[in-house]
């Protein structure tokens, strides 16, 4: 199973400002996901995340709130842009395992950022 | 899109009893993961079981991919076992994406 770091683990920001959450994956992957946890709530997809190319956003995120970066394929960061306490969230990074795995296509989740916006 | 209910929402045990969770999902899917959410928010894997029946310890799960269900059992349940059990299901067709049920909330009372 791959072994997924985030940073921070956690921090409170003020409304308006800005927060890059930083993912590293200890192996290669094609395929980085990007959830957010609202308080009480379930997993909610943010973001696919392709090395190389621009990230593909579900249903109600946009570019301009949560840009990506996937620089390589070990590494992605989400910021989550003009926060407000709405988006006091824990947003946690993912990667699947690889076809080369038996064919498996299950998920691993990093750790996840705790998130408080005052 | 698909949708994935689980039941119950609430489950309160006491130490030593079993229990079994249900997941339920509208169509048919790629793969089914259950997962452990642990007080700290972490995610944890407890199966990969896109059809058939895998046991580990005293966690075991079930799933009817025909008959769209997934069952996980938890015998002699202990406190260390509380938390929010989270069953995800990974879309077919050309954009997989893994759709996450709401939980079941457990808690283990010693």
């Known amino acids: 199973s791959a072994v997924i770091s985030q940073k921070p683990s956690r921090d409170i920001c003020q409304r308006g400002t800005s927060l890059t959450i930083q993912c590293q994956v200890d192996?290669?992957?094609?395929?980085m996901f990007w959830y957010r946890q609202q308080p009480g709530q379930s997993l909610t997809l943010i973001a696919t995340?392709?090395?190389?190319?621009?990230?593909?956003?579900e249903s109600g995120f946009v570019i301009d709130k949560f840009p990506i970066s996937r620089p390589n394929l070990t590494f992605s960061t989400l910021t989550v842009s003009n926060m407000s306490p709405e988006d006091s969230s824990i947003y946690l990074c993912?990667?699947?395992?690889?076809?080369?795995?038996?064919?498996?296509?299950?998920?691993?989740f990093g750790p996840g950022t705790r998130l408080t916006v005052l | 899109g698909i949708q994935v209910e689980q039941s119950p929402p609430d489950l309160i045990l006491q130490e030593g009893a079993n229990s079994t969770l249900r997941c339920n999902f509208s169509d048919s899917v790629n793969n089914l993961q259950w997962f452990h959410q642990n007080p700290w928010g972490q995610l944890i894997n407890l199966f990969y079981i896109p059809s058939g029946t895998k046991q580990n310890g005293r966690l075991s799960a079930t799933t009817v991919a025909t008959e769209r269900y997934s069952l996980l059992y938890i015998s002699s349940s202990q406190t260390t076992d509380s938390g929010v059990y989270f069953c995800?299901?990974?879309?077919?067709?050309?954009?997989?994406?893994?759709?996450f049920g709401k939980g079941t909330k457990l808690t283990v009372n010693p």
């Open positions: 993912s990667v699947q395992g690889s076809r080369a795995s038996g064919g498996a296509r299950e998920q691993f």
């Open positions: 192996s290669q992957v094609t395929m």
């Open positions: 995800a299901v990974l879309t077919q067709g050309g954009s997989e994406k893994l759709v």
């Open positions: 995340a392709n090395q190389g190319s621009e990230a593909t956003y």
